[in-house]
């Protein structure tokens, strides 16, 4: 089995914390984003928290500032985000 990369050599991102409004469901949502590179990872009453890679950033920022998912706050790091936007630790499945 192959080496891990250490933290130094894995590829870096961003975290962005958005409002959203008009979007039902979390696929509506990923459909919308689809068309510039980003992954959403938490979805509730209105906010978000998307994940974009360091490289992508500044063109991200301007593409979510003409539609209708509006960036609130960013950061290395998803807890900052998520206690900014006041959401809750996701539980994770095993």
Known sequence: MS?????????????????????ETRKELEDYLSVIPVKLYDMDNGRCVISVSLGNYEYVKQKLALGQVVSI??????????????????????
Do not use: H, Q
Request: with cysteine; hydrophobic share 30%.
């Open 3 to 23: 080496k891990k990369p250490s933290k130094a050599l894995r590829g870096k991102r961003r975290w962005i914390g958005c409002e959203y409004e008009d979007f």
């Open 73 to 94: 706050t960013s950061s290395g790091k998803i807890k900052l985000v998520r206690e900014r936007l006041g959401l809750a630790k996701r539980v994770r499945k095993r």
